[in-house]
T-cell receptor, first 109, second 117 residues
Framework: QKEVEQDPGPLSVPEGAIVSLNCTYSNSAFQYFMWYRQYSRKGPELLMYTYSSGNKEDGRFTAQVDKSSKYISLFIRDSQPSDSATYLCATQGSPKLIFGTGTRLQVFP | DTGVSQNPRHKITKRGQNVTFRCDPISEHNRLYWYRQTLGQGPEFLTYFQNEAQLEKSRLLSDRFSAERPKGSFSTLEIQRTEQGDSAMYLC???????????????FGEGSRLTVL
């Protein structure tokens, strides 16, 4: 079993839709959770970071962690074509990050 | 600050040849990571340096792979006797502090793509 599991998609939605991206993880000791965004032919860049359980909001993006079910979510409101990218969930297996497989998202006008 | 720089961006080689990739991290960052990413997969950890010390290596890093970071600045990743299964994007990342102190942020380069024919 992989430490972080993520549905690879692809996910195709119309502009303005609400997008839900999800991951599960196996180790209950994980405390830090991140979402990275990776555009085609680029390196990943940090989008959101959360510690332990709860929600964190940043503009159109909301990250949610449910430690009881080992479930990580990223919600994108009012999705834009510029949001088209691969979204990677990650957790900290000190001293490194452990990534999911990534979900490819396409937002069409 | 020009970010993390990786060279070459793309390398095509024949099976059995040796290749070397270079990573120049952000100048004040003392932590440097190498990851490998294949199509449709997330980045997989290969190795980690704190300054010049290589502190962790993944079991993915077979004895054909070697990484160095002399003087704690740039790093090189060498693959000897390349195999077709080595074809991937090799990503370098750096950070100034530990992940827990740094909100989990690694700064990635654009990667070096290896194609082994």
């Amino acid at each position: 079993q992989k430490e972080v599991e993520q549905d690879p998609g692809p996910l195709s939605v119309p502009e303005g839709a609400i997008v839900s991206l999800n991951c599960t993880y196996s180790n209950s000791a994980f405390q830090y959770f991140m979402w990275y965004r990776q555009y085609s032919r680029k390196g990943p860049e940090l989008l959101m970071y959360t510690y332990s359980s709860g929600n964190k909001e940043d503009g159109r993006f909301t990250a949610q962690v449910d430690k009881s079910s080992k479930y990580i979510s990223l919600f994108i409101r009012d999705s834009q074509p510029s949001d088209s990218a691969t979204y990677l969930c990650a957790t900290q297996g000190s001293p490194k990050l452990i990534f999911g497989t990534g979900t490819r998202l396409q937002v069409f006008p | 600050d020009t970010g993390v720089s990786q060279n070459p961006r793309h390398k095509i080689t024949k099976r059995g040849q040796n290749v070397t990739f270079r990573c120049d991290p952000i100048s004040e960052h003392n932590r440097l990571y190498w990851y490998r990413q294949t199509l449709g997969q997330g980045p997989e950890f290969l190795t980690y340096f704190q300054n010049e010390a290589q502190l962790e290596k993944s079991r993915l890093l077979s004895d054909r792979f070697s990484a160095e970071r002399p003087k704690g600045s740039f790093s090189t990743l060498e693959i000897q006797r390349t195999e077709q299964g080595d074809s991937a994007m090799y990503l370098c990342a750096s950070s100034e502090r530990s992940l827990s102190e740094n909100t989990g942020e690694l700064f990635f380069g654009e990667g070096s793509r290896l194609t082994v024919l």
